[in-house]
């Protein structure tokens, strides 16, 4: 059943979950300690010269912590890894019982698919958000990690029976 509502938050926000995402965590070491987000608005930009993309919202705490640091790293997040989430979305420790490796400053989550490198390359405006352009410095791919996928507000995994 088809249904049609105003423009609202509300409205945008449901048919925004229609869409599939990967689910990344955006970590880094700041002032001696573990900081990151998570985000499901990851997107590869370019592979010459190699830059990927986030959004944030403009009012985050954690995001104004991260920039200023040199190395920031990106872990694609694996299909076990719902708790992680969820933790690292909260509020609290973020990194509670989190298996993590630093690398040059950049703090990735253990049993990712993908490990980035990056550094903040630009930040664009973008009403209540900023995209946040990095450029990749390092990548370590762990194919044998299905990625978790976040669609209509859920964790899923996908289906591998390809």
Do not use: Y
């Not at 909260?90 to 703090?107: E, H, I, P």
């Not at 980035?116 to 410095?137: F, I, K, N, S, W």
């Amino acid at each position: 059943m088809d249904t049609s509502s105003g423009l609202t938050p509300a409205a945008l926000r449901d048919a925004f979950g229609h869409f599939p995402s990967g689910v990344i965590a955006v970590a880094a070491e700041h002032a001696g300690e573990r900081v990151g987000l998570v985000a499901s608005t990851f997107s590869p930009v370019s592979l010459d010269p190699p830059l990927v993309s986030f959004c944030v919202q403009n009012t985050s705490l954690t995001w104004t912590r991260l920039q200023q640091a040199p190395a920031l790293g990106i872990s694609v997040l694996g299909a076990a890894h719902d708790a992680v989430a969820r933790t690292m979305a909260g509020q609290g420790d973020r990194f509670a019982g989190l298996k993590t490796v630093t690398r040059n400053g950049a703090v990735f989550v253990d049993g990712s698919s993908v490990w980035l490198e990056c550094r903040a390359e630009q930040l664009v405006p973008a009403g209540d958000h900023t995209v946040v352009l990095l450029r990749v410095d390092a990548v370590d791919v762990h194919d044998e990690v299905a990625p978790m996928v976040f669609h209509r507000s859920v964790f899923r995994r996908l289906d591998q029976r390809n």
